[in-house]
């Protein structure tokens, strides 16, 4: 059965069609990013492509080739067999590699000669990460956000989860970039995604949504961590109308210390993050909240975090960038427990 080529703007619009989306890069470059949802066999993995790699260039390009074609045919044949036999005559993979060449085309060969209508991206993942960036500057045009905004420590987070299992759509940055978007925002042990995976994992959580229905999301900046929201995405959010959530002082630094509690118990990672507020903050104040941090009173310091750090920092940032803060409908509930947000979210749907 013939290949199919199929363009990446093509494979974007009809991505969910296909039975088994099969990357053929190596392990390292699927780490990096991938298609939603695909599976990696790799043509060629890591050590051999370093090897391959190294004889193209210390012996020669021929040299090379052979033993390429060589490991290239023993993985394929090894991919068939761990995964190919249970497969049915109507099973319609799409196939992959870095440019849409070798790699791929080998391993969708052998699958067309068994008789699969396999279709090929051309230009391979290169060209699906340039129809990514494209998509990513038109997609949030056709949305309608609104803007969950509030404090640090308001439940921002915990009400966009509330809304989710209430059925509304949400785009939570945070959790799709892995980070809790402040300087204590990365999980000790969970390293945030590349750019490159955050843009598709971006797409593709925007490409699900229905334009008729809005779609909420929480007030951040450019940067989730050290990842980049995309600009668009940007100027519509800061171009929507917010939901300002006002919770008791008391209970923000309680649901922080509940939230962060990693932090709570590991009070070396805690004091060595401070650190990166010494520029604004200077080194007598951050010497003096490590100091109480070791002493036992992390609730203090989170405290004064929150009344003469991040709180005059939000404010000026919100009044600035999003138009609609001023105007924003006021929530202020008692405490950030999961019941009182659910109440919350089920009376923003209502209204």
Request: hydrophobic share 40%; aromatic share 8%; glycine share 6%.
């Amino acid at each position: 059965m013939p290949l199919t080529p199929v363009s990446a703007s093509d494979c974007l619009a009809r991505l969910d069609h296909y039975n088994t989306i099969i990357d053929a890069r190596s392990e390292g470059e699927f780490a990096l990013d991938r298609l939603p949802g695909a599976v990696n066999w790799p043509s060629l993995n890591d050590a051999e492509r370093a090897l391959v790699g190294t004889e193209y260039k210390q012996v020669s390009p021929f040299v090379a080739r052979k033993r390429g074609a060589a490991l290239v045919a023993r993985n394929v044949a090894t991919h068939i067999e761990r995964h190919v036999f249970d497969k049915p005559k109507d099973w319609q993979p799409l196939v992959y590699c870095w440019r849409g060449g070798q790699r791929s085309g080998s391993l969708s060969l052998v699958l067309s000669q068994i008789g699969f209508r396999v279709q090929v991206i051309e230009g391979g993942y290169q060209a699906y990460r340039r129809a990514v960036m494209a998509a990513l500057e038109v997609q949030p045009l056709s949305l309608r956000f609104r803007v969950v905004c509030g404090k640090t420590g308001s439940g921002k987070s915990r009400l966009l989860t509330e809304l989710q299992a209430q059925g509304a759509q949400v785009l939570d940055l945070e959790a799709l970039a892995n980070h809790r978007g402040s300087v204590l925002g990365l999980v000790p042990g969970s390293p945030q995604p590349t750019q490159k995976q955050f843009d598709s994992r971006l797409w593709d959580a925007m490409r699900h949504f229905d334009p008729a229905q809005p779609v909420w999301v929480e007030s951040e900046s450019r940067k989730v961590g050290e990842l980049r929201v995309p600009e668009q995405l940007i100027k519509c959010m800061r171009a929507s109308p917010c939901v300002r959530l006002e919770l008791p002082e008391d209970a923000r630094v309680a649901l922080l210390m509940a939230d962060y509690d990693f932090f709570v118990n590991d009070v070396p990672t805690f004091c060595a993050r401070l650190d990166a507020l010494r520029p604004l903050r200077g080194n007598e104040v951050i010497n003096q909240w490590q100091a109480s941090a070791k002493s036992g009173r992390i609730e203090s310091v989170v405290r004064e975090l929150l009344v003469t750090h991040y709180d005059p920092v939000y404010l000026q940032s919100m009044q600035r960038n999003f138009t609609g803060f001023g105007d924003a409908l006021r929530v202020e509930p008692e405490n950030g427990d999961a019941s009182t947000l659910a109440g919350v979210a089920k009376d923003l749907l209502l209204s």
